[in-house]
């Protein structure tokens, strides 16, 4: 008996939470889709990532994660779980899509490969976005129709993101981390100007009613070490400032650019500043 009032008294000390079994705190829920696609010729999945106190009756704002097999190298869990707690009134919901080993077909500018014939899929890519990707998500999402889609992407698939922003009539921002603006349609032996290689600025030049979008593009100064024309200036950043000139010139000026001190090609970088991306995304309205 005195053991028994001893372990009583010991219940009635220790926290309750000791005894059961630690219960998840995360504020975040995950849906998963999979299937095949006809434009790509593949399985394809993505993963959609929400509050799990989102408002249901809220338009969405949906932000189209490329190059989702990085989810987790960029710590977007963390990332989201902080988001929400300093935004709990955003209803602004992740779909991370995995790329895979066909990345330099699919990403590109569409309708445009490059000198080495990459981004030859570009289009059928597009395609699958507007008529497959879009169809899944206003399925799960009957308020779609009215939601704002932004789209981002990282190197390669950063140049894609803002492709299919420029060319697509769904997104509304588009988001770029050390995008690959040097895309061209030339090597550089072979009579190769800035003027008329690069092939997403020519593109964007040549759009007679271009797209109202808004653009956030980051840098790093540590992307790379080349410098083409030896100004001074790493051509990653030197690509993008060029690229945002051309949208200026194309009266398109909602554009954000940070450029990160030290910063590398590399998801260490960008986890850094994803941050201030869905903050940016999430106040533009």
């Not at 999945?45 to 190298?73: C, K, M, R, W």
């Not at 939601?147 to 190197?155: E, Q």
């Amino acid at each position: 008996m005195f053991l028994s009032l001893l372990t009583n008294i010991f219940l009635l000390f220790v926290p309750f939470t000791k005894l059961m079994p630690q219960l998840s705190t995360s504020p975040l829920q995950k849906q998963s889709r999979s299937w095949f696609s006809p434009f790509l010729n593949r399985e394809v999945s993505f993963t959609v990532v929400s509050s799990i106190h989102e408002n249901i009756h809220q338009i969405p704002h949906f932000v189209f994660l490329q190059d989702g097999q990085d989810y987790e190298a960029l710590e977007m869990d963390a990332t989201l779980t902080a988001f929400y707690d300093q935004f709990p009134e955003a209803r602004l919901i992740v779909i991370s899509i995995p790329t895979s080993d066909r990345r330099l077909h699919e990403y590109g500018v569409i309708g445009i490969p490059d000198y080495k014939n990459r981004g030859d899929k570009a289009s059928e890519y597009a395609q699958f976005w507007e008529k497959e990707v879009w169809a899944q998500i206003q399925e799960m999402y009957p308020t779609a129709p009215s939601a704002k889609l932004t789209i981002c992407g990282f190197s390669l698939s950063g140049l894609s993101a803002f492709d299919l922003a420029w060319s697509l009539p769904q997104f509304h921002q588009v988001g770029v981390f050390s995008g690959s603006f040097w895309w061209r349609s030339k090597a550089y032996e072979d009579d190769y100007d800035d003027e008329n290689g690069r092939i997403m600025h020519v593109k964007v030049r040549n759009t007679l009613q271009p797209k109202a979008i808004r653009a956030w593009f980051q840098c790093g100064t540590a992307d790379e070490k080349d410098d083409r024309n030896n100004n001074g200036i790493i051509d990653s950043i030197e690509d993008t400032l060029d690229l945002m000139s051309e949208l200026r010139k194309k009266g398109i000026d909602q554009l954000h650019y940070e450029e990160v001190a030290g910063g590398e090609h590399h998801p260490s970088t960008w986890k850094k500043i994803m941050p201030q991306f869905l903050a940016w995304a999430h106040h533009n309205p």
